[in-house]
């Protein structure tokens, strides 16, 4: 009966929640890595950043690459490490997207940009999770259904997000 108590014991108080913003993901530094559809993006390191402004109460992260395909993710009420809704009810205003631009070019006019949104209705539709935060560093998850509501409709399924971001302060 004993070890029965101390197995139930360390089961209960070894469970965790993702109040922390769970793990830091697979992205190497100054990168943001996902998997759009079951297909790997990487952003460059020289086009990806983690903005902190309104005296550190919104969050703003950014990433491209070189083909054109982006991600941009806004968070209002920032409050450091946790995880962050992407839509669903007074969080409508966290928002995500992902972006794919074709440049022509031949013709620059002819170049198209289509953007898929998240949330594109009043459901939530995924999750930021920060999971740490230093002066100069922040690293987390990420994962989402985007739509692209001005285009054909289209849905994009973004799972195995992670970033790993310089931190760039604005008041």
Sequence with gaps: MLFVMIGSLLTLTSCSSDDDGGGSGSAGSGTIVAKIDGTSFQSMSISST???????QNLVIIGSNSDGKAFSFTVFGYAGTGTYPIGGGVNIANGASYTETDVDLNNPQNSTTEIWQAPYDDTQVGELRVSEQTETT??????????????????????????????????
């Design 138 to 171: 922040l690293k987390g998850t990420f994962d989402f259904t985007c739509k692209n509501v001005n285009g054909d409709q289209s849905v994009k399924t973004i799972t195995e997000g992670s970033f790993n971001l310089e931190i760039q302060v604005v008041n």
């Design 50 to 56: 983690a903005t902190i402004a309104n005296n550190g």
